[in-house]
C-alpha cells in the first residue's frame, strides 16, 4: 500500500532556530517527492521537486534532500521567520509519468514559529 | 503567468441542499484539473481529476460530481448535500506529472 507518513506532527521553535522535518514514504513506482507549504486557510505551494536521482534541493531557506535507498526525505529550514509557521506537506508521485500518476499525500507537519 | 481560482471562500449550506464550487485557471491551456478535499486534520485527499473537456475520473465515491464544460472550468457539485461533506475543498491545476498549483480553495459548512 502506497503511503507517506511524516513526522513530528507538530513542532514549536523560537524565531531564529533552524528545524528539520521528515517524511518517510512507501511508494512504488517512485516517480517525485515533494515539499509544499500550506498557510493556514490557504492553499498548498509547492517548495521543492526531487526525482529519484537528486538528493539535495534548496529554495532559499528551504533545503531538501531525499535518500531513495531507505525512502526517506527531511525538509530543513534554516534561520526561521514567524512567516515560517504553516503545515509542511510532503507529497510522493507514483507512476511512470503523465496523467495518471497519482500523489500521495502526508498528513503534514504543523510548525509554529514563536517570537 | 499562471493563476487558479476558485469561488466562493467560505461557503455555510444546510443539509440536503445543493453545491456548486467553481474553480477556474488563467494562463494555460489544456491543464489538467483537481478537486481535492481537506479534512480537519487529515491529509489531503483526491476526489477527482480530469485531463480534458469532459474527461472526468472519480478517485473515491461519494455524493459529490464534477465537470468540465470548458479548458479551463473545473466545477463541482452536489445534489444534497451531507454533514460529511464539509472541510475545505481546494481546486488545483498541473501539467502532466509536473507540480500542482493550488487555489486557495473553499471552506465548505455543512449544517
Known amino acids: 500500500k502506497n503511503q507517506v507518513e511524516q513526522s513530528p506532527q507538530s513542532l514549536i521553535i523560537l524565531e531564529g532556530k533552524n528545524c528539520t522535518l521528515q517524511c518517510n514514504y512507501t511508494v512504488s513506482p517512485f516517480s517525485n517527492l515533494r515539499w509544499y507549504k500550506q498557510d493556514t486557510g490557504r492553499g498548498p505551494v509547492s517548495l521543492t521537486i526531487m526525482t529519484f536521482s537528486e538528493n539535495t534541493k534548496s529554495n532559499g531557506r528551504y533545503t531538501a534532500t531525499l535518500d531513495a535507498d531507505t525512502k526517506q526525505s527531511s525538509l530543513h529550514i534554516t534561520a526561521s521567520q514567524l512567516s515560517d509557521s504553516a503545515s509542511y506537506i510532503c507529497v510522493v508521485s507514483a507512476g511512470y509519468g503523465g496523467a495518471t500518476n497519482k500523489l500521495i499525500f502526508g498528513t503534514g507537519t504543523l510548525l509554529a514559529v514563536q517570537p | 503567468s499562471q493563476t487558479i481560482h476558485q469561488w466562493p471562500a467560505t461557503l455555510v449550506q444546510p443539509v440536503g441542499s445543493p453545491l456548486s464550487l467553481e474553480c477556474t485557471v488563467e494562463?494555460?491551456?489544456?491543464?489538467?484539473l483537481y478537486w481535492y478535499r481537506q479534512a480537519a486534520g487529515r491529509g489531503l485527499q483526491l476526489l477527482f481529476y480530469?485531463?480534458?473537456?469532459?474527461?472526468i475520473s472519480s478517485e473515491v465515491p461519494q455524493n459529490l460530481s464534477a465537470s468540465r464544460p470548458q479548458d479551463r472550468q473545473f466545477i463541482l457539485s452536489s445534489k444534497k448535500l451531507l454533514l460529511s461533506d464539509s472541510g475545505f475543498y481546494l481546486c488545483a491545476w498541473s501539467v502532466p506529472a509536473g507540480a500542482h498549483f493550488f487555489g486557495p480553495g473553499t471552506r465548505l459548512t455543512v449544517l
Open positions: 480530469s485531463i480534458g473537456i469532459d474527461q
Open positions: 494562463g494555460t491551456s489544456n491543464p489538467n
